[in-house]
């Protein structure tokens, strides 16, 4: 079920609320903030720009803020993929999340999950230190 418009508050750096349509719309013009922008989805790097929303922190039930990253806006309906790892472990994600993988040589690089293929060394935020991450089964 897709969320509502207007469900998920977006705040900026002077604590204003913001529109994230619009802020979505004005920064897509700028192609090294663009991430993803295909027929599913456009995703716009914001790490450097203060945004925040509130979530819940479930050990102490309060009300935290925390740092936005991406700003992923939707065009249409997407599926639920379950990826199945070497481990025997799975998760489910959109297709259109990112995921990010280790090449063979070492780099590390983003891909929306309906890109994975069999093989490919997903990284964690475990291994973010380039050790090794789970692989797609």
Known sequence: MPIPKNAINLYDKDDNRVDIESVVDELKQDPERVLIDDDI???IDVSDLGY???SLDMKTQKKVRGKVTNLHHRKKQVSVLRINTDSGAYFEVSEDTL???QDT???IRHIRADKLKKGMEIMTMLNSD???GIVVY
């Open 41 to 43: 989805s456009t995703i």
């Open 52 to 54: 925040y929303t509130f």
């Open 99 to 101: 995921i990010h993988i």
């Open 105 to 107: 040589d070492g780099t």
């Open 130 to 132: 380039n050790s090794s």
